[in-house]
């Protein structure tokens, strides 16, 4: 996959979660954010990891299957280390508290949570499509526009 395309993508992903967890001022560009603060520091981890689905979501595309495959997964993490060192650390500290409470199983993975994750991007993948053709078109993007995309993607608009 090419490389500018990938990042593309990747940096869609990361703009709509940060949207989707409160980021309100700034714009994005295919180098990343500028201007104010992204969201939450709480939301880091989901941002993370959509910055990484993103980049698998696209690879999937791109051979014909519409999920997200573990390899392909496991190539982006591979890609965006610091995404993937985000999203494990905030897996490992849940599910060490899980532990502590006796209420996760021995590998400590948390199926739930990317699934419930996974499932709230790829109803928004149609916008983190057309941000990133944005980006590789060379705009940039504000947080307001991306709000917008996704605001009428929930009303069952933009079928990109």
Avoid: K, N
Wanted: proline share 4%; net charge negative.
């Amino acid at each position: 996959m090419d490389t500018e395309v990938a990042q593309a993508f990747h940096v869609a992903g990361r703009a709509l979660a940060a949207v989707l967890r409160g980021w309100t001022a700034g714009q994005v560009s295919v180098a990343g954010y500028e201007g104010s603060a992204q969201a939450p520091e709480s939301a880091g981890p989901f941002i993370a990891y959509a910055g990484l689905w993103a980049a698998a979501r696209r690879g999937g595309d791109l051979v014909g299957d519409a999920i997200v495959s573990d390899t392909l997964f496991a190539q982006a993490m591979s890609d965006h280390p610091g995404d993937a060192s985000t999203v494990g650390q905030a897996q490992f500290e849940v599910a060490t508290l899980l532990a502590r409470a006796g209420a996760c199983d021995e590998w400590g993975w948390l199926p739930g949570v990317s699934a419930a994750w996974q499932a709230e991007l790829e109803q928004m993948w149609p916008v983190v499509q057309h941000v990133a053709v944005l980006l590789l078109a060379g705009r940039v993007v504000p947080a307001s526009r991306i709000r917008r995309l996704s605001d009428d993607r929930l009303s069952g608009g933009l079928a990109v």
